[in-house]
């Protein structure tokens, strides 16, 4: 073979004329000979194999270059015969490779068919691949779904031939090929054809998707046989990054290539050169759209989960792009330091070097739970509840990182928090302190072990050795003393001296007698010196130079002077060290001491890891403590997610009864009533993972379980939480549980006494099995016997308490029966339930019983829902308890021991000279009132429930009993029929509601029924509040007299003057409380006869006790939700609770203008009146509140309509306002508002109405916000304009608007720099000058309009008589109510709905 085949850069090469012994195409086949080409190609390739390829290579390169019009059959068919030609390639070539010796001319010929076939292969797939990719864009499934068949076919026969064709290559390619070429040196363009076929089939978009998984395999194999054997390593790296760039979809195909190439294949500089291209990325660059700092980014994030261990020699590098601008890779880097301190830098085995790093990488992310960008710190939280779970946190970082995670619950952004919340529970579910986690609980143990540590401290002080010091300082101490001794020894000042000296000498005989060597003697000396005996030393030393004059330790004493001596007794001295050393050796061991000590230290630092342990415990619950209480305020967040997040961390921290976590779940579970499904299957997951899950070794204990946890949820339970929790407990009753029976049975038996129980768990049972009964009755019904001796018969006024709950579980039975069509279910009068309730309430009349009053109010529900006739049964029961009354006071009564006072206690009869107790009164009074108000509804829902049903019956039965006379005749009527039917039914309906009203304010009241006779008590005791001054006789009159004016228009209307005095001026707050819920009922019923006292109930809002304030929010809420009540200024008296010091009653005004805002421009249309008004001089609100409240209510205004017209309506405000504070607040009220273009050019027209006050800072500091927060991110055209209006406010604020006409105008005098000005004042507005612009009130013609900035109110003549109660010594009883002209006039007519309206409301 005399040529040479050169893989061509480009396809067309081949055919141009190359060098010398390079092959070149002769013959270019036409597209309609190639079949014919190709069938004579298969047939060489059947009969001498895959060398053919050196003959029919021009066949093969015509089918390239003919692509486009060649057919799809054509390509196939070359592709199918090339794979065959590499295959067999792959299966000879072996062989060869292994032969020891190969003819050069053998060795050309299979290096030019690998060549040739690797070529045509390569570029083919990549023209197959190209074709494939628009096919499919073009046959896209549409909006049915449905794709094109011959697209759809084609491009799934693609797959499979292109994953034939990368195993064919990867088989051949694994090879050793390169010793075919010279010198082993592969030509790049070789590498080069096969690389880019991968990269073109990697752009395919599909790339990524589990269906391509075989291919992507086969690529990243390739590549890597490529980059290991074939010298593609810097290739790759750069084709990887630039393919990132443009390709978002590859980032987790590279990540599983680059972690194979690194691990299987050996390749790990392939890493350090992907990330040194992305880190030498500038923060610049990344910044930009289109970067693909997304694909960057999931890359890192990907690669460091596979080969974590592998990132770490490179992470200097990416660490850097931490203070970039992207926060995109700056999340990335922040989830790679985490990858590797999950699974590399984790455990007790790490080296200094890996500890330093894996703090060093702790402090980098805690930095960044600090970043600027939300997404940045919402990533971290996330990155460090994967090391929590992992429990890969160091227990020294758990405090820092724990305090961190509660401070992000503040964060502003929702997945920061959620993230924070998620972070908090793996910290509880997973920390390494104590399953328990309370401060209150740990605070105990924690002092106790305190005392201990610290006495422990103290005793091994008190046994600490001396601490030793060192021979050369002792010396440098003493050595000034002793010179003076070692002078005074050699030379004596006088005889007196001297005789001193000779008695020292004999009493120091003994002591300074030489030892029997120089060593000993030596260690005296010292000994001597260290007790501080200088002249003992000093005459020793001189004595042992006469004895040993040989010794070195005394030479230099031959001549004795003090220079000399202090260098002896020196030498000795600091000498004596090592001779103590080895006198200590020579004594013997003390193994006992020595052991103590070592024990002793043990137990030392045993107890300080103790106290630290449960000082970390402590801290760690407190922690946890303060997390709870943010969570639990994010409950009922509008945000679902966040929400979700809150009940999960609620019931983690229940499970590890941490203190106060039962506070969350409760206030959780109102969220049953959600609308929002998720929320609401949430909360009953939770409560079912808490309390309907209960362990135990068989089913009995698991009853006993959860019936132990539903009972303590219930002690101390509100009325609310009980309903709550009944939504919860129905749903498992009806689930089909199997514990349900044995959980019924341990209910009974706690109730009934069979197990010794406290009152509080008998309670609880008898309420779940009301709960029970919701999901299937028959449990109470066949048990009424049991319920009526058990807790209402003989010992039934012992537990008034259990005698309610009871009464109410008895009522769940009669929900099912009133929801069903047929005849209601009713007990005869004379059932042993009723005659045990009747005896029960009229006992209970003449007690003192704190608890009876809730018994009688759900006894006497009961009957009339439960008893046939109830009117007859609750009229005997009244007449039993009046005559029980008046029996007691016929016997002699007992004095009011409470307050002294007596009233007249007669009904019938006003004997004077009879006594009552004010509490059996008050009783007796709230029985009446209950007995009217439940006869009242007996009326108008069961009555009349059950005419409507007798109607439809007798209808039914009507039609069935007509026969027509024919079919024709049937069907000409058949319209007048309906309409006569129609128009009968509703005149039907209207006699029934007119019947039942008739009855109300006719019968109900009249002298000859019981209930009249009650009626005047009521009104004396509420209108002489002087002479019955009893708090419970007060409350039960009040009450009472209420429900009676239910009963009739009437009777409201006679009574509605003295309810409202009771409402302003009675000195009970339970009363006024009271007074506003009934007030709020009687509205919903007669709203005609309340509307003009509406500005009354609104007054309350400003009642002095916290108590009352919160009745009269809640009630109004409800009424202005419900329209029932128009909303007008005053509901500036709601506004003003915004910043009320109770936190409930905020958040119930906040809940107010919530579901206000959700009205269409309610509160838009409120705010310049409650501007008004909460601006007024004679309120005197400071700045600050106004501010709060403000702040709040124009966060409602989000349409720009609304804020330009806001705009407008408050500048002209400015013209009216008298005082420089009504100034402030109007320009603080414009820069609350969300400005927008529209509304600074609204702004711009009226600055003539503020443009004089623009010299008070107050007005001019708002105004400047405005414009500040108009120029972030402003166009230049509007940025311009705002920076104009801004100098214009400056120049009018510094030098007045009599100064100034326009900036333009004060720059062209300050260049001209004449002394003279133009000045062309703005004309101030004048008193009754009328104005036609728009939006500007025209003044009345009183001067009244513009004198007053507050709402003008019409200013009523007559003055308002003042009204007192009676007291003890006055007799005149009607002076406690209203006047009949102060009583208000109705102004505004309602229109009365009808009566069943009402009834479904």
């Not at 605070?443 to 601490?467: D, N, Q, S, W």
């Not at 080895?582 to 890891?609: A, H, I, R, V």
């Not at 509007?1278 to 105008?1305: I, W």
Request: charged share 25%; net charge negative; aromatic share 6%.
């Amino acid at each position: 073979m005399s040529w040479d085949f050169f893989v061509p850069v480009c396809t067309g090469d081949l055919v141009k004329s190359g060098g010398i012994n390079q092959y070149v195409v002769q013959d270019v086949v036409s597209p309609k000979q190639l079949p014919a080409s190709l069938s004579r190609f298969k047939a060489a390739l059947r009969s001498q194999g895959p060398l053919c390829i050196l003959e029919h290579f021009d066949t093969c390169y015509s089918v390239l270059q003919h692509c486009n019009s060649v057919e799809l059959g054509v390509k196939e068919d070359t592709l199918e015969l090339l794979v065959q030609v590499v295959n067999g390639l792959a299966a000879t070539l072996p062989a060869l490779l292994m032969a020891t010796s190969v003819s050069a001319a053998e060795r050309k010929e299979k290096l030019n068919a690998v060549k040739m076939s690797v070529f045509l292969i390569c570029k083919l797939t990549e023209t197959l691949e190209v074709f494939s990719c628009r096919q499919s864009i073009v046959t896209a499934p549409g909006k049915g779904g449905k794709k094109g068949k011959a697209g759809g076919e084609g491009l799934m026969q693609w797959d499979t031939e292109r994953e034939k064709v990368l195993q064919a290559l990867v088989q051949l390619l694994q090879l050793d090929i390169r010793s075919l070429w010279n010198l082993s040196l592969v030509e790049e363009e070789f590498v080069s054809c096969v690389t880019c076929c991968c990269y073109k089939v990697l752009e395919n978009p599909t790339i990524s998707h589990v269906k391509s998984k075989p291919t992507r395999d086969c690529i990243i194999h390739l590549l890597g046989v490529l980059i290991k054997k074939y010298n593609h390593l810097l290739g790759a790296s750069v084709k990887v990054i630039q393919l990132l760039q443009h390709f978002e979809q590859l980032s987790s195909v590279f990540a599983q290539a680059v972690s194979v190439w690194s691990t299987e294949y050996g390749v790990r500089s392939i890493i350090g050169e992907v990330i040194r291209e992305i880190g030498q990325k500038s923060s610049e660059e990344l910044a930009r759209e289109g970067s693909g700092v997304k694909a960057f980014s999931t890359f890192l994030s990907e690669l460091s989960g596979l080969v974590p261990e592998l990132m770490i020699p490179n992470i200097s590098v990416l660490i850097t792009h931490l203070e970039g601008e992207s926060h995109t890779m700056r999340v990335a880097v922040c989830e790679v330091l985490g990858d590797i301190l999950v699974r590399v830098l984790c455990g007790d085995g790490l080296d200094e070097s890996g500890k330093a790093d894996r703090d060093r990488f702790f402090d980098t992310l805690q930095e960044h739970l600090h970043d600027t960008h939300s997404h940045v710190r919402a990533r971290v939280l996330q990155v460090y509840t994967r090391i929590v779970n992992s429990k890969a946190l160091p227990l020294c970082k758990y405090s820092e990182v724990m305090e961190l995670a509660v401070g992000r619950l503040m964060d502003k952004s929702i997945n920061a928090v959620k993230s924070a919340i998620q972070l908090l529970a793996a910290f509880i579910a997973h920390n390494p302190y104590s399953c328990k986690l309370s401060s209150a609980d740990l605070k105990i143990p924690l002092e106790k072990e305190t005392v201990k540590l610290r006495e422990m401290k103290e005793k091994l002080e008190g046994k600490a050795p001396v601490a030793v010091i060192k021979a050369s300082e002792l010396w440098a101490a003493m050595e000034p003393e002793l010179l003076i001794t070692v002078g005074t020894e050699l030379e004596p000042s006088s005889d007196t001296e001297k005789d001193q000296q000779e008695d020292e000498n004999d009493q120091d005989v003994e002591e300074e007698k030489v030892a029997e060597d120089d060593r000993s003697t030596a260690v005296m000396i010292a000994q001597y010196l260290r007790v501080n005996k200088y002249r003992n030393a000093v005459r020793l030393c001189i004595k042992a130079h006469s004895c040993f004059p040989e010794s070195e330790r005394f030479a230099s004493l031959s001549t004795v002077t003090p220079e000399t001596l202090m260098e002896t007794l020196a030498l000795i001295f600091k000498g004596s060290d090592e001779d103590a050393a080895e006198l200590s050796q020579n004594l013997p061991p003390t193994p006992q001491k020595e052991g103590e000590k070592e024990g002793e230290d043990g137990e030392l630092k045993k107890q300080e890891m103790l106290v630290q342990y449960l000082k970390d415990t402590e801290t760690f619950a407190l922690l946890v403590e303060r997390a709870i209480s943010v969570i639990n305020t994010m409950l009922y967040m509008k945000t679902t997610s966040v929400v979700q997040e809150a009940v999960q961390f609620c019931v983690t921290v229940c499970e590890f009864s941490v203190a106060n976590s039962v506070s969350g779940v409760r206030k959780m579970l109102p969220l049953v009533w959600s609308t929002d499904t998720a929320i609401k299957d949430a909360v009953v997951q939770a409560y079912r993972r808490l309390y309907l899950n209960p362990q135990g070794d068989n089913i009995r204990m698991k009853a006993h379980t959860l019936v132990d946890s539903l009972s303590e949820l219930m002690v101390d339970a509100s009325l609310g939480t009980i309903q709550c929790l009944e939504e919860i407990v129905q749903e498992f009753f009806g689930g089909g549980s199997n514990l349900q029976s044995t959980v019924v049975q341990v209910l009974w038996e706690r109730f009934t006494g069979k197990r010794e129980t406290s009152g509080l768990n008998r309670r609880a049972a008898v309420l779940l099995l009301g709960m029970a009964t919701r999901a299937e009755r028959e449990v109470v019904l066949s048990n009424l016997d049991t319920l009526c001796s058990v807790a209402l018969g003989e010992k039934v006024t012992e537990d008034f308490l259990l005698a309610r709950d009871t009464v109410i579980t008895i009522c769940s039975i009669t929900d099912h029966i009133r929801q069903s069509k047929g005849a209601p279910f009713r007990l005869p009068q004379d059932h042993q339930l009723f005659t045990c309730l009747t005896q029960a309430l009229a006992e209970g009349v003449v007690m003192e019983d704190p608890y009876w009053q809730g018994f009688m109010e759900q006894a006497v529900r009961l009957i009339y829902f439960l008893a046939e006739s109830p009117d007859q049964l609750c009229s005997r029961l009244v007449q039993r308890s009046a005559r029980l009354l008046l029996d007691q006071i016929a016997e002699g009564g007992e004095v009011n021991k409470d307050s002294g006072q007596t009233q007249d206690g007669s009904q019938e009869s006003s004997e004077q000279g009879e006594q009552v107790n004010c509490v059996c009164l008050a009783q007796l009074l709230a029985l009446s009132g209950c007995v009217a108000f439940w006869q009242v509804s007996h009326l108008e829902r069961s009555v009349s429930a059950e005419l409507r049903r007798r109607r439809g019956e007798t209808e039914e039965r009507e039609e069935k009993e007509k026969v027509p006379s024919s079919k024709a005749k049937q069907s000409a009527n058949e319209s007048a029929m309906e309409e006569e039917l129609g128009l009968m039914g509703a005149s039907a309906e209207d006699t029934e509601a007119e019947l039942i009203r008739k009855i109300c304010e006719t019968e109900l009241l009249a002298d000859e029924n019981l209930l009249c006779a009650f009626l005047p008590l009521l009104v004396k005791v509420c209108s002489s509040p002087g002479r019955y001054s009893h708090p419970q006789l007060t409350t039960a009159a009040c009450l009472a007299l209420s429900q009676y004016m239910m009963i009739s228009p009437s009777v409201c209307q006679e009574n509605i003057r003295l309810i409202f005095t009771v409402l302003e001026r009675s000195t009970l707050p339970v009363v006024r409380a009271n007074a506003l819920i009934a007030l709020g009922d009687l509205t919903v019923r007669f709203p005609n006869i309340l509307e003009p006292w509406t500005q009354n109930l609104y007054a309350r809002l400003s009642d002095e006790v916290p108590s009352v304030r919160q009745t009269a929010v809640t009630v109004l809420t409800q009424l202005v939700l419900k329209d029932v009540l128009k909303v007008k200024g005053q509901v500036s008296e709601v506004a003003v609770l915004l910043i009320d010091p109770e936190s409930h009653i905020t958040s119930l005004a906040l809940n107010f203008f919530n579901e206000l805002a959700t009205k269409d421009n309610a509160i838009y249309n409120l705010l310049p009146d409650i501007i008004s008004r909460l601006s007024d001089p004679e309120r005197g609100m400071s700045s600050e509140d106004f501010n709060t409240i403000m702040k709040q209510l124009f966060s409602y205004i989000t349409k720009e309509r609304q804020t330009e017209s806001l705009v407008e309506k408050l500048c002209q405000r400015f013209r009216t306002a008298k005082t420089e504070r009504q100034w402030c607040d109007l320009a603080t009220s414009l820069s609350l508002l969300s400005m927008c273009e529209r509304g600074f050019k609204r702004l711009q027209e009226c600055w003539e109405c503020y443009s004089d006050k623009l010299t008070e800072p107050g007005v001019y500091q708002p105004l400047l916000s405005i414009t500040a927060k108009l120029r972030r991110g402003a166009k230049a055209l509007f940025k311009a304009q705002v920076d104009e209006f801004e100098k214009r406010l400056t120049a009018v604020h510094t030098r007045g608007l009599e100064n100034v006409e326009s900036p333009e105008m004060d720059e062209e005098n300050q260049k001209q720099g004449s002394s003279e000005k133009t000045v062309t004042r703005t004309p101030l507005p004048t008193r009754g000058r009328t104005r036609s612009k728009r939006g500007q009130v025209k003044p009345s013609s009183s001067s009244h309009g513009d004198e007053s900035f507050v709402t003008p109110q019409k200013s009523r003549k007559s003055k308002k008589p003042q009204i007192t109660f009676s007291s003890d010594e006055e007799e005149d009883e009607e002076d406690a109510v209203m006047a009949e002209s102060e009583t208000p006039k109705v102004t505004t007519p309602i229109s009365r709905t009808s009566r069943r309206a009402r009834l479904r409301n």
